[in-house]
C-alpha cells in the first residue's frame, strides 16, 4: 500500500468526518483537510432523524443516540404574554415497532457531533488537517492533484479520488463547473444561534416561542451542551434588521427581551450567524474521480431538519461503493451509482421541505405537524440498476422519498431490524439483532429458509465470494428444529425477522443487505445471488 492515501477529502463537517470514517472501516486510508484552523463551534443543525440514527449505528457510533436527547414540546405564547396558546411537537409521532429500534429522534449539536465523529477516526490514527484550504483540483484517468495551502504554504498532492465535503460555498464544486441551481429567499431569513440566558419562567423542558415567524419571532431551544443555561436561539421576521442583529450581541440581548414580557439575565452569545434558506442543487453528484456530498452538493430550507441527514447519508451511500473500486473489487461504474441514487432522493426532499417552508412563511405559523417522511425512513432506491428484486412488479413510477410502508417491502428499500433472534449455528457472533449483523464493508446475505438444508444451496453459492466483503446468516422460523451446523444460524423465536421481511413460514426467500443498510436484493436463490453480486463485483 502506497504511503499516500487514496481518497482525499475536503470539509471536515459530518459529511465528511462520515465519509472518512465509511473509508477507514473498510480500510482505505484518506487524508481529510479543513481549511478552519480550528473546530467549529455551535449547535447548527441538531436534529437526527430515525434513519440516521440507524447510520450511526452501522457505523458503530452509538454516543450520537446515547448522547442526543429528544425533541421537547413546543410552547408558544400568547404575543406580549407568557400565556401558552398551544402545545405541539415538531416530531412526527411513531409507534415503537420491533423493525424500527431507533424510533425515538434526537437532538445533538454539530459541535458535539463532530467530536464524537473525530473521536472514531483517531481509532484508525486519522485526523482532520486543519487550516488547510483547497485552492484548485485536476484530474486525469489516472488521479487528482490538488494543490492546498496551509500557513501561506503550497503544497502539490496527488491521490486517486476526492470528496467535496466543503459546504455550499466550497472549492470543489465549483472547480467541476457543477451548476448549483435554485434560489435564494430574503422572505426566510434568520439568526441562529448558542446563548447563555437565565429567565426562571422559562423551563427547561420544553422549547419555548415567541411572536410570529413571518413578523418578528424567537425560538429558545434548551440545551446543556452549552451550558446549564445554554439555550439555541433562532430569531426571525422581516420586522428586524437581522443583519444588524448578527453583528451584535447587545441587539441579540435586546430583540429577546422585547419578545420575553419577563425579567431575562444574559451572559453571553457564545456563537451566531445570520442565515437565509437556500434551495439548490447540484446538476449531478460526480465528475470523474471527484464527488460533492453534502452542502457542497445540496442546500436546503431548515424546515424538516432534513439538510445534516442527508448530507451524512450522501456519505455513506458513496462510501461503501468508493471502498469496493479502490480495492479493485468493484468497477468504476459502481461509482455512477451514487448519482442515480442520490439524485432523486434530493429532488424529492427539496420539494417537500420548500412546501413546508412556503406554508410558513404565508401563514406566519410553523405549528404544522410534521409529515413522517421527514423520518427517511421511506427514502429507497428501487429504481436503482444495481438493485434486484424477483418479486416486485415493474415499471413501477419512482418515488424516492416515501413514507414507510411497513407492510411492503421491495429491493432498494431500507432493511428492518428484528430483535430477540437466537444463534443456534457456528460463527464467532453473539448477534441478537438482525441490525447487529449489519457493517459497512461488507453485504450480508440472509437466507430465510424453513430449514438449514433447503437454505444449503444458496450457502453454497456463496462459497465464490470472500467473506471479507459477503457474510450470510440463515434465518430460520421459530418452529424449526434444533441444529447445529458450521454457518451462522439464526432462529426467529418471536417472528419478528419473518414479520418484518414479510417472509410465509414456509418460503425460502433470500434478502442481500448492502453496506449501507438497504436491501440490494430480494431473491429465489443461489441464481439470483449470483446475478445481483455481478452487478457489484467484479467477475469472481
Known amino acids: 500500500m502506497s504511503s499516500t492515501p487514496p481518497v482525499l477529502i475536503v470539509g471536515a463537517g459530518p459529511a465528511g468526518l462520515v465519509a472518512a470514517l465509511t473509508l477507514l472501516q473498510n480500510g482505505i486510508p484518506v487524508r481529510i483537510i479543513d481549511k ?110 490538488a494543490v492546498l495551502a496551509k500557513n501561506g504554504i503550497l503544497e502539490t498532492f496527488n491521490t486517486k479520488w476526492m470528496i467535496g465535503a466543503d459546504g455550499a460555498k466550497g472549492t470543489v464544486r465549483k472547480q467541476l463547473g457543477l451548476t448549483f441551481l435554485g434560489e435564494t429567499r430574503d422572505d426566510a431569513r434568520m439568526v441562529v444561534g448558542d446563548i447563555l440566558l437565565n429567565c426562571v419562567v422559562l423551563d427547561r423542558s420544553h422549547w419555548h416561542q415567541f411572536g410570529q ?52 439575565t444574559f451572559t453571553k452569545v457564545i456563537w451566531m450567524s445570520e442565515f437565509k434558506a437556500n434551495t439548490r442543487m447540484v446538476n449531478k453528484f460526480s465528475e470523474g474521480r471527484i464527488f460533492v456530498a453534502g452542502d457542497a452538493a445540496h442546500v436546503h430550507s431548515p424546515t424538516g431538519g432534513q439538510g445534516l441527514n442527508s448530507s451524512v447519508q450522501d456519505a455513506f451511500n458513496l462510501g461503501w461503493k468508493l471502498a469496493l473500486v479502490e480495492k479493485r473489487l468493484a468497477d468504476k461504474s459502481l461509482l455512477e451509482t451514487y448519482n442515480t441514487e442520490r439524485l432523486p432522493v434530493i429532488s424529492e426532499m427539496l420539494e417537500m ?54 407492510g411492503h417491502l421491495e429491493a432498494g428499500d431500507r432493511a428492518p431490524d428484528a430483535p430477540h433472534m437466537l444463534q443456534v449455528g457456528g460463527g464467532e457472533s453473539d448477534v441478537k439483532t438482525l441490525f447487529g449483523l449489519y457493517r459497512p464493508w461488507y453485504h450480508t446475505v440472509l437466507v430465510f429458509a424453513p430449514s438449514h438444508a433447503d437454505a444449503t444451496p444458496i450457502l453454497g453459492a456463496l462459497e465464490a465470494y470472500d467473506t471479507s466483503i459477503v457474510r450470510s446468516a440463515v434465518v430460520l422460523p421459530s418452529s424449526a428444529s434444533a441444529t447445529s451446523p458450521a454457518d451462522l444460524v439464526l432462529v426467529d423465536q418471536e417472528g419478528h425477522a419473518y414479520s418484518a421481511y414479510l417472509v410465509e413460514a414456509g418460503q425460502t426467500k433470500v434478502f442481500v443487505i448492502r453496506p449501507d443498510g438497504v436491501i440490494g436484493a430480494i431473491i429465489h436463490g443461489a441464481e439470483g445471488v449470483k446475478k445481483y453480486f455481478s452487478r457489484i463485483f467484479l467477475d469472481v
Open 36 to 145: 478552519d484552523p480550528g473546530p467549529r463551534i455551535g449547535q447548527r443543525g441538531p436534529g437526527i432523524w430515525p434513519r440516521s440514527l440507524e447510520l450511526f449505528n452501522f457505523l458503530n457510533v452509538p454516543e450520537v443516540n446515547d448522547l442526543g436527547k429528544p425533541f421537547p414540546v413546543i410552547r408558544s405564547y400568547q404575543p406580549g404574554t407568557l400565556e401558552p396558546i398551544t402545545e405541539y411537537s415538531m416530531v412526527p409521532h411513531m409507534e415503537p415497532t420491533p423493525a424500527i429500534p431507533f424510533y425515538i429522534s434526537k437532538l445533538i449539536g454539530q459541535q458535539l457531533l463532530d467530536v464524537i465523529l473525530r473521536r472514531h477516526l483517531d481509532k484508525f490514527s486519522s485526523s482532520v488537517d486543519m487550516g488547510t484550504e483547497l485552492l484548485s483540483v485536476k484530474q486525469s484517468n489516472e488521479g487528482v492533484t
Open 353 to 406: 421541505t420548500t412546501t413546508i417552508l412556503n406554508h410558513a412563511v404565508k401563514t406566519g405559523d410553523v405549528t404544522t405537524p410534521r409529515n413522517p417522511i421527514v423520518l427517511m425512513l421511506g427514502i429507497n432506491y428501487r429504481f436503482s440498476n444495481i438493485v434486484l428484486d424477483e418479486f416486485a412488479t415493474p415499471g413501477k413510477p419512482i418515488n424516492a422519498y416515501g413514507v414507510l410502508d411497513e
Open 213 to 264: 415567524f413571518n413578523k418578528r419571532g424567537l425560538s429558545l431551544r434548551p440545551t446543556d451542551e452549552i451550558g446549564e443555561d445554554g439555550w439555541q436561539f433562532f430569531i426571525f421576521g422581516s420586522d428586524v434588521d437581522l443583519t444588524k442583529v448578527a453583528q451584535s450581541e447587545e441587539l441579540v440581548f435586546e430583540t429577546i427581551k422585547s419578545l420575553i414580557p419577563t425579567e431575562v
